[in-house]
């Protein structure tokens, strides 16, 4: 029981990013909150994807292993985004997520050991690809920079995943071809943009390969994972299928505006580009995932309802208007799309919360 209370804390480290990243984005868009929190526009990406994510997923993967000393890691990205969130050592708040995404890159060190398949060598490149992010950031480049890192952290994180799953289906040879060869793409793009930056002459040619990489990766999920036999299903299976299979047309849809607006790294279409990632095919993954993830994190069950599928709808639909405005570049828009992106996140969270309350209830009955 000391074991399970242990991870709240941590996991609420987690959920304070998010609000907070929350906040920052609507600042960003305009909106007029609060000025006191104005030092906050600038840190939305790092506390979405070091804070948030980066923090939920060390935990997730701590306590898979069963060892208390492996929550170091996701206390480590947890408190370094407390300390940008007050803003009196940004330095050692983003040191602390750096060190985070190291301690997870440790964990998968001893994952790879007990288990060296094709899921969890992708994973362990994805966690690469967040300390290389942080280390650029931490290093004083433009966040910009580390965008395309973070998203490879945490694009790879969800493929590996589903990939382990997708070994129930007896894959022939020819989707692991297509596997190696989608992430491929992905990676080289990557490290042309990287190189392309450092050398000062732009990124369009990396991004748009890493762009095409994201469109083969879709391409690749939408035809070979589970989730197009478990949507024939019913109730809870059909929920997290739906999120899936959803989420992955949008990461079609990110990459494909990566090919044809290349390294935009500002303003409304670059919004638009990062967006239909980290909103269309993320946070869909978030929703679909987090019945079981929670459950196995916190030891508490979370009943199904089909009231989950008000957060998932209203997520989709704003962020259609999030995109038509940043490609129209129509502001209303734009900050009416982002509204309600956050309103359905927080409807996400409150319906969670309530499935944990309901389902510790039942354990107690």
């Not at 898979?64 to 007050?86: D, K």
């Not at 094709?118 to 920079?145: E, H, Q, S």
């Not at 694009?155 to 007896?170: A, K, N, P, Q």
């Not at 990461?251 to 980290?278: C, E, K, M």
Request: hydrophobic residues 55%; proline residues 3%.
């Amino acid at each position: 029981m000391k074991t399970t209370l242990s991870r709240f804390p941590l996991l609420a480290l987690g959920i304070l990013a998010l609000l907070a990243a929350l906040w920052a984005g609507l600042l960003r868009l305009g909106w007029d909150f609060p000025p006191a929190l104005v030092m906050w526009r600038g840190l939305h990406g790092p506390l979405m994807i070091s804070g948030f994510l980066g923090t939920v997923i060390n935990l997730e993967r701590a306590v898979a292993l069963q060892e208390r000393r492996y929550l170091l890691a996701p206390l480590l990205s947890g408190l370094g985004s407390v300390i940008l969130l007050t803003n009196l050592a940004p330095e050692l708040g983003t040191l602390l997520l750096t060190l985070g995404s190291c301690g997870l890159a440790i964990i998968f060190l001893v994952i790879l050991r007990r288990h060296a398949g094709r899921d969890t060598i992708v994973m362990a490149i994805g966690v690469g690809a967040w300390v290389i992010g942080n280390l650029l950031w931490l290093a004083g480049n433009f966040i910009a920079l580390s965008t395309l890192w973070w998203l490879a952290f945490l694009t790879l994180t969800i493929l590996g995943e589903r990939l382990e799953l997708s070994r129930l289906l007896r894959l022939p040879r020819i989707a692991n071809t297509l596997f190696d060869f989608s992430v491929a793409i992905f990676l080289i793009g990557a490290l042309l943009d990287f190189g392309e930056n450092a050398l000062g002459t732009g990124s369009d040619l990396g991004t748009r390969i890493a762009g095409v990489g994201m469109i083969a990766i879709a391409a690749w999920l939408l035809r070979y994972d589970i989730a197009r036999k478990t949507v024939k299903q019913t109730g809870l299976t059909r929920y997290i299928a739906i999120c899936l299979l959803t989420g992955y047309v949008w990461l079609g849809i990110g990459g494909a505006l990566r090919v044809i607006y290349g390294g935009v790294l500002a303003g409304p279409i670059y919004d638009a580009i990062l967006h239909s990632l980290l909103l269309g095919y993320l946070f869909s993954m978030i929703f679909g995932h987090a019945p079981i993830i929670f459950p196995a994190v916190l030891n508490r069950a979370i009943p199904y309802t089909p009231a989950f599928y008000a957060h998932l709808v209203l997520l989709h639909l704003s962020l259609v208007l999030r995109v038509i405005g940043d490609l129209g570049n129509l502001v209303i828009l734009r900050q009416w799309g982002g509204m309600i992106n956050a309103i359905a996140i927080l409807l996400f969270l409150g319906m969670t919360v309530r499935g944990v309350v309901l389902g510790a209830r039942a354990r107690r009955v």
